[in-house]
T-cell receptor, first 110, second 114 residues
Framework: TQLLEQSPQFLSIQEGENLTVYCNSS?????LQWYRQEPGEGPVLLVT?????EVKKLKRLTFQFGDARKDSSLHITAAQPGDTGLYLC??????????FGTGTRLTIIP | NAGVTQTPKFQVLKTGQSMTLQCAQD?????MSWYRQDPGMGLRLIHY???????DQGEVPNGYNVSRSTTEDFPLRLLSAAPSQTSVYFC?????????????FGQGTRLTVV
């Protein structure tokens, strides 16, 4: 079973601070996705990265794919309460199945 | 603009009972899947289907059955519920594989087995 490890598992910070969460695997991904899940809802896709070293920005969120395509990070600048949620990475290894990480539960304190 | 619809949203079962969780999508996606979400364990794949008439097992298939008679519907059956199956269940669909694997999720079914 291919494993995706996310860190930290929980993160609680003040509004306006910056943060980074990580997603790591021992295997090389074909592609990697980040999802955000709010309470009582299903996960919603934020971004897909496919090229080693790729950086994508979505407003205050910056996603980076590692050069070796084994890891990824999500950086949030000037966090806001609306960023609160469970952040999940999901990797694809060239087949149909997505494998999800264990998630980072982020709380932004106003 | 329904997307992926799951029913019911909540369910309580007694040990040994059977039930079917319903999932329907209106996006004409070929690929559908069922996950369970437990605290600290992320989403684990139960079963998936790459098209009508084709299903396969995921990471945690024991105790669950699926069928895919149409593109739209992908029900999940619990044959004899056990307390270990208490979880939140998500159905997802996507257009395909590789770069097309953006998964669209339903709102989930919270199942409690007592």
């Amino acid at each position: 079973t291919q494993l995706l490890e996310q860190s930290p598992q929980f993160l609680s910070i003040q509004e306006g601070e910056n943060l980074t969460v990580y997603c790591n695997s021992s295997s090389v991904f074909s592609s990697l996705q980040w999802y955000r899940q709010e309470p009582g809802e299903g996960p919603v896709l934020l971004v897909t990265v496919v090229t080693g070293g790729e950086v994508k920005k979505l407003k205050r969120l910056t996603f980076q794919f590692g050069d070796a395509r084994k890891d990824s990070s999500l950086h949030i600048t000037a966090a806001q309460p609306g960023d609160t949620g469970l952040y999940l990475c999901a990797g694809s290894w060239g087949n149909e199945k997505l494998t999800f990480g264990t998630g980072t539960r982020l709380t932004i304190i106003p | 603009n329904a997307g992926v619809t799951q029913t019911p949203k909540f369910q309580v079962l007694k040990t040994g009972q059977s039930m079917t969780l319903q999932c329907a999508q209106d996006m004409n996606h070929e690929y559908m899947s069922w996950y369970r979400q437990d605290p600290g364990m992320g989403l684990r794949l139960i079963h998936y289907s790459v098209g009508a008439g084709i299903t396969d097992q995921g990471e945690v298939p024991n105790g669950y059955n699926v069928s895919r008679s149409t593109t739209e519907d992908f029900p999940l059956r619990l044959l004899s519920a056990a307390p270990s199956q208490t979880s939140v269940y998500f159905c997802a669909s996507s257009r395909g594989t590789g770069l097309l694997t953006e998964a669209f999720f339903g709102q989930g079914t919270r199942l409690t087995v007592v």
